[in-house]
């Protein structure tokens, strides 16, 4: 069951781009944009994710966490991440528990994993997705629709 707009950000935990646990608990209280993409290194996954760098003091500043989640491994992530210097987490999701739980579809015939952004609010509970496989626009519409929510 795909998570809908009114759903609250379900409990889950997963692996960061350090090796470390992440908890969404740690994200209560805060809003939260969490943005599923096929994988590391591509050329539209790595545009999404400098977008999100670029723009991410514009989400603290709105008291925002971007979390970006894709199949790779730890490790991958955490050579992305320092490539490209993103300030962001990053979660592996190597068994696609994660997708399946916020009910991420897949795209091209089911080839390639789905490009989706959820946006929560503070409260936890879902207040815009976005489902495009182009790279482009999910950071401007997440970012309008948390300055929405304050």
């Known amino acids: 069951m795909a998570i809908q707009i009114g759903d609250k950000l379900p409990s889950f935990k997963a692996t960061k781009q350090d090796g470390t646990a992440f908890d969404s608990q740690e994200v209560n209280q805060k809003p939260v944009v969490i943005y599923f ?8 996954c790595t ?7 670029d723009a991410y003091q514009d989400f603290q500043d709105l008291g925002a966490e971007v979390i970006g989640i894709s199949g790779d491994s730890a490790s991958s992530h955490q050579n992305f991440q320092q490539k490209y210097k993103l300030p962001f987490i990053l979660l592996s999701d190597a068994d696609r528990k994660l997708r399946r739980l916020f009910g991420v579809p897949t795209a091209l015939f089911g080839l390639l994993p789905g490009r989706v952004t959820y ?3 503070a409260k936890g509970f879902c207040i815009y997705i976005f489902d495009s496989m182009s790279a482009k626009n999910h950071i401007e519409r997440a970012l309008k629709a948390i300055q929405k929510a304050k």
């Open 47 to 53: 545009t999404q994710a400098c977008s999100f760098r």
């Open 119 to 121: 946006v929560f609010d």
């Open 37 to 44: 993409y096929p994988k590391d290194f591509t050329p539209g």
